[in-house]
């Protein structure tokens, strides 16, 4: 059998966008001179990878404008208070109901601190999701993906760039930093407060309370010291 010798040719064509950088490789690759299985063979491989778009409120409404579509995949609990009008809901994280052992613990312990507290659900991954964008988007498709802080939808960025995606952006630092009216958005708060839920928000709630009745009490006191003196008078006392 004839020898078989390898020859490969790369090179990187980039471009810069009002977004960030983004590049493509490409690779080609090539039997020469020999024969397999008594025939010549010439074969080539491209292989195209495009980076990921971080972009901020702005230039993601831009983005929406241009045809983008809006991708939420945030767990439902955040989706429900607040979302972006006519996104699609694609969770990266699900309701964790496993009832094995070591879940049940895990869950009991995480209800009664971050559950508790914060508002913030038990989840698991979501095994679906490649397949669940895959049923609903073709690769060609431009996405938008948002969370809450940012994290989520870049992890999901990379989940679809992997399986093919190549027009996919994400909001930097999420819903959080979105500030009101930058979208049209359905719920029961803003965006950016749709990751606030738990004790820490009656907290909050009780202590701006209790803040406006000293602050009021001090000026209550500051400029009527007569009123202020005779109703102390009329406190009971032990």
Known sequence: MAGIAFGTCCSTISSTSNFCTSWLKLETRSHRGGTILGKSNNARTLAIRAQVNF?????????IAEGYTVIDVRDKSQYDRAHIKSCYHVPLFIKNEDNDIGTIVKRTVHNNFSGLFF?????????????????????????LLVCQEG????????????????????????LQKVKPGVFDSVGSTELQDAGKAGLVTVQGKISAVLGTVLVCAYLFITFFPDQAEKLLQLAPTG
């Open 55 to 63: 972009v901020n409120a702005d230039e993601a409404k831009e983005l």
């Open 119 to 143: 508002g913030i659900p038990f989840t698991k991954p979501n095994p679906e999701f490649v397949q669940s964008v895959k049923g609903q988007f073709s690769p060609q498709s431009k996405l």
């Open 151 to 174: 994290l989520r939808s870049a992890v999901a960025a990379s989940k679809l760039e992997q399986a093919g995606f190549q027009e996919i952006a994400c909001i930097t630092s999420g």
